[in-house]
Structures are given as C-alpha cells and as structure tokens.
C-alpha cells in the first residue's frame, strides 16, 4: 500500500491538488452560475467526506491532509500557479493535463492503490458534474450532466486511463 512517505514533497503536493483539479475541470468545463457552483463545490466536499472509509490509506492521507491548513496551502499554491491567467477553457485543459501527470505518477509509485485512486478522481468528476442542473430556467428543464461536462469527463478518464462509466 503506497503512502505520502513513498512520494517526494513535489509528487505529494501534485497528488493533494489532484481532487481539487478534478472538481474545477468540470465547473470550469460549463459554469453553472452561483448556485450551481455552490452545488458542486458541496458535492467535492461530500466525496472528500466520504473518503475516509473508502479502504485506500492514500486516498485516507490525502483527505487528511486537505483538511489541515497545510494541506489546503499546498493545493491552493499550487492552483494558483497552474491556473494563474487561465480562462475557463484553459483551467479545463492545464487540469486534465495535469490529471494525465498525476495518474502517470500513481502508476510508477503507487502500486496497487493507483487504480483506486485513480477511480477516486473519475468518480469526484463525476459527482461535481452531477450536483447541478445545467441549462435549467428557474428549476425547470435542463439536464443533469451536460454535454461538456459529458465531454470533460471523457478527457478526465482519458488523462487517467481508465474506462469511462459516467
């Protein structure tokens, strides 16, 4: 089982900002205004929640580490140098390339925790493309996953190579 003493401080703080990259690829891929986003940033909190019991100490530690002002330093520096004069298509592509950096690292370093961990990432797209209405009037009409988030989650699984089964 991999743990945070089987990465370098760089490779550790890439694998802490990867949850947060998988949450702002889908809102960036099709904004759903104030509420929406709300929505969705309870949703990646929710998965976060629930991770602790998910069987994975990787996925345990990384969780931990979000919840401590470390942690949270770590992935917001590290977001604001990756995302630094970023529109939102851009955020969308710098997130799934660096998702494509990441699961290439859980794949060299993490052993058999890298496709839980990997599935973990897919798997919090897909609740933040979930967690809001796109499209909608006034709570009417509208869909649950958008085509572009359909489509971000497709690149996401890519970058990650896995299946897609959103």
Do not use: C
């Amino acid at each position: 089982m991999a743990t945070k003493t089987d990465f370098t401080p760089d490779e550790w703080a890439k694998l802490v900002e990867s949850v947060m990259l998988a949450s702002i690829a889908i809102t960036a891929a099709d904004p759903s205004g104030l509420w929406g986003t709300l929505k969705e940033g309870f949703a990646t909190a929710k998965v976060m929640s629930a991770a602790k019991n998910s069987g994975s100490g990787l996925i345990t530690e990384v969780v931990t580490a979000l919840q401590t002002s470390e942690g949270r330093t770590i992935a917001q520096d590290q977001l604001k140098q990756r995302m630094a004069g970023a529109k939102a298509a851009d955020i969308v592509q710098r997130s799934v390339s660096e998702l494509a950096a990441v699961g290439a690292l859980l794949d060299s370093k993490a052993g058999s925790d890298a496709p839980i961990f990997k599935q973990w990432l897919f798997d919090t797209a897909v609740r933040v493309a979930e967690a809001s209405t796109e499209g909608d009037f006034l709570g009417f009409g509208g869909v649950k996953v958008s085509d572009k988030e359909k489509a971000t989650l497709g690149q996401i699984a890519g970058a990650l190579n896995i299946a897609n089964v959103a």
